[in-house]
């Protein structure tokens, strides 16, 4: 079972900022999923990107100048 | 079998660049999934049918930017139609004042709102006249003054296929530092071009026109290094983005996306530019066949139809749009037999671009209007040239 705790989550400021991020990471061949913002996390924006927390300063750099990156939090 | 070219049981489309007909069947799938299958409001909420929607607007908008040469698929901004996109920067770019210049080709869609600006007050625009249809970049650059915000060029004429010299002017403007909007109605997905290199700041497109996505589709594209905090919305309201906040996002392309887009057009849309990219040739054949098909039409139509006019040169005909009068006969008159009698579709009168008919020595009668499409044959051509035989032989007997 994989703890809740071994994900992040990347928040954009918008839905397209977050597809673009989506195919930032895909073409670098980052692991990620498109997932609905959890309740937990306040944002706005109805989608965010699941990364696996170990891959959490590889995305932050890479996404970090993209606009509209907000912030990664756990999950 | 199919049946022959202009019988009632197959109609003959020569109406392309008002809207392109038929539409690639992968467009009309795509608008049925969309409505069938989807459905979610895209960009507004986390759930999957949302999500889906997102997907496909962002794919939409994946394509027009590849297409038009744009890295950071950000820059495009979807609007209802070309109009809608023309007004958005023209609008956006000229609240505060300031001088704008535009040629003496435009359609309606830039030179209305250019003048009611101008007839509100603290706007003033200067219209360079385009002998023969194309505009002198010198005489161009000699319009811009220090004061000048905005030049407006339509690329190609929706009335006689003329193109500006769009890469001239935009040299220029870049050198005076002046914005350049290029009018791409009825050039996007048919005469390639490459914001990376190409120096325009925004491109206004249709989608329903050479794209073969659905109507109700169209955009601007920026160019990466154009300014968008100089471009006012249009519009404010809800975007999916920055919920918290009473004021519009100042990011794109929220900014100008207020309101719930048009998804099912924006799927049909991004199959049309997948369609024109699965064409041999892609862009570039689509201008080569339109190309060709237009000068098939006009060699023909010299040698065979009495009394044919057509007032553009046919060396500058570019985007198998032409137009043509015969001797002593009411466009309306031309276009009503073409339709009852032939089954031919076209547009008879001004084509909402006055400005372009006075250049051109048509106005106010206005002109008959072929606009071909990828799907038109030369077959149809031919037909077509003998009903214009026929009508023109119906004048000459009174």
Same mark, same amino acid.
């Given at each position: ?10 928040? &954009? ?14 073409? =670098?061949?980052? #692991? ?17 990107? *699941? ?11 890479? !996404? ?9 939090? #756990? !999950? | 079998? /199919?049946?022959?070219? $202009?019988?009632? @049981? ?41 999500? @889906? ?5 962002? +794919? ?23 109009? @809608? ?23 309606? +869609?830039?030179? *209305? ?8 007050? $603290? ?13 002198? #970049? ?15 060029? /339509? ?18 403007? *870049? ?21 990376? =290199? @190409? ?9 329903? =026109? ?40 100042? &990011? ?14 924006? +799927? ?5 530019? =997948?369609?024109? &990219? ?29 009394? &044919?006019?057509? #007032? ?37 009168? !001004? ?36 009903? !214009? ?10």
């Amino acid at each position: 079972m994989i703890l809740q705790n071994s994900y992040r989550v990347v928040l &954009f400021k918008s839905v397209n900022q977050t597809m673009w991020a989506e195919k930032i990471l895909r073409e =670098k061949g980052i #692991p990620h999923k498109l997932i609905p913002v959890p309740r937990q996390i306040s944002s706005d924006c109805g989608v965010c990107l *699941r990364v696996e927390s170990g891959q959490e300063e590889h995305v932050r750099n890479v !996404l970090v100048n993209v606009e509209g990156f907000m912030e990664i939090v #756990p !999950l | 079998m /199919n049946p022959p070219a $202009g019988t009632p @049981d197959k109609l003959i489309y020569f109406d392309n660049a008002a809207t392109t007909f038929p539409k690639p069947q992968a467009v009309v799938d795509a608008v049925v999934d969309y409505m069938t299958r989807i459905g979610g409001n895209p960009g507004r909420s986390g759930h999957q049918l949302s999500i @889906d929607a997102g997907e496909i607007v962002f +794919s939409a908008r994946e394509a027009v930017a590849s297409l038009f040469g744009v890295t950071n698929p950000m820059r495009v901004i979807f609007c209802s139609n070309a109009t @809608d996109a023309l007004n958005l920067a023209i609008q956006g770019m000229l609240h505060d004042g300031g001088h704008a210049v535009t040629t003496a080709m435009e359609h309606n +869609s830039t030179i *209305r709102p250019l003048r009611e600006l101008e007839r509100r007050g $603290g706007v003033e625009v200067t219209v360079v006249p385009s002998p023969g249809g194309v505009v002198d #970049p010198a005489d161009f650059e000699k319009a811009l003054r220090s004061d000048t915000r905005l030049a407006v060029v /339509n690329h190609a004429s929706n009335a006689f296929g003329i193109i500006q010299p769009l890469g001239a002017i935009g040299d220029i403007c *870049r050198r005076r530092g002046v914005v350049l909007l290029a009018d791409c109605a009825q050039t996007a997905g048919l005469v390639p071009i490459d914001m990376k =290199k @190409d120096p325009v700041d925004i491109i206004a497109f249709a989608g329903h =026109k050479g794209l073969y996505g659905p109507t109700g589709t169209g955009g601007l594209l920026l160019s990466e290094g154009f300014d968008h905090g100089m471009m006012r919305p249009l519009k404010y309201g809800g975007t999916g983005s920055s919920s918290d906040s009473v004021y519009q996002p100042d &990011f794109l392309p929220d900014m100008y996306e207020s309101g719930t887009l048009n998804a099912a057009g924006l +799927s049909g849309l991004c199959a049309g530019i =997948k369609y024109i &990219f699965s064409l041999q040739e892609g862009v570039r054949g689509i201008h080569l066949r339109k190309k060709d098909l237009a000068a098939y039409f006009l060699a023909r139509a010299e040698e065979r139809v009495r009394g &044919f006019d057509p #007032p553009a040169s046919a060396s500058l005909v570019e985007t198998g749009v032409i137009s043509f009068n015969i001797e002593g006969m009411e466009p309306s008159d031309v276009a009503y037999h073409l339709s009852d009698r032939y089954n031919i579709m076209c547009r008879a009168g !001004l084509h909402c671009a006055p400005m372009a008919h006075r250049t051109m020595g048509t106005f106010p009668e206005g002109a008959v209007r072929f606009s071909f499409g990828v799907f038109n044959t030369k077959d149809e051509i031919d037909y077509a040239i003998s009903a !214009l035989e026929e009508i023109s032989a119906m004048k000459e007997a009174g």
